[in-house]
């Protein structure tokens, strides 16, 4: 596994980079047996925290992400890989069935077009910003258990998917209250 350690505005020292390294591996070996890379930021803010961001790839388009910050820059690390830690313990047992099982998977996933939206005649207002697709993206299909665990993983707010049970596409998100929502535009309300 190969892991980038960078520093952003700031220079990353050797037994830092060496602390980071040995802690990632210990959780990879611990929870996956393996995983393609991981790339480390820490950087120092204006109140003098260390941010430390984690993004690993556990397998194709499939990103466990975590975000931990400190005063001091080891405990940064420290508190970064913990929560590493939880998301993995937490699916250990999908995550690696996932990997033992995706041979006999067929992969199907769709291109998400990268496009700006500019605003309409009437929308040139200061309040009606550009509406900007960021990133070319992939639709996976997916059981609605797997786009959860997918949104958990990888700290986003919402996971657009083809559901597998039914081939349509569907939205889970993360709601104000903590709680998940899905929303399945075939589901008959009673």
């Known amino acids: 596994m190969s892991i980038t350690i960078t520093g952003k505005h700031m220079d990353v020292g050797d037994s830092l980079k060496t602390h980071m390294t040995t802690e990632i591996q210990t959780v990879v070996t611990r929870y996956m047996d393996e995983a393609h890379e991981a790339a480390v930021t820490i950087a120092k803010d204006a109140h003098h925290q260390f941010k430390v961001d984690i993004q690993l790839h556990v397998g194709r388009s499939f990103l466990v992400h975590c975000v931990a910050s400190d005063a001091d820059a080891y405990k940064a690390v420290h508190h970064a890989v913990e ?108």
Request: aromatic share 6%; glycine share 4%; net charge positive.
């Open 83 to 190: 929560k590493l830690a939880s998301q993995m313990r937490r699916y250990k047992t999908r995550l690696r069935d996932k990997k033992r099982h995706a041979a006999n998977h067929e992969y199907r996933a769709e291109l998400v077009q990268k496009f700006i939206i500019k605003p309409q005649e009437e929308d040139t207002g200061d309040d009606n910003p550009l509406i900007i697709a960021e990133a070319t993206s992939e639709i996976h299909t997916l059981s609605v258990g797997d786009a959860v665990m997918r949104m958990d993983l990888s700290s986003l707010p919402v996971v657009f998917f083809r559901n597998a049970a039914n081939g349509e596409l569907n939205v889970v998100f993360r709601r104000s209250d903590g709680h998940v929502g899905w929303i399945d535009p075939t589901r008959k309300l009673a």
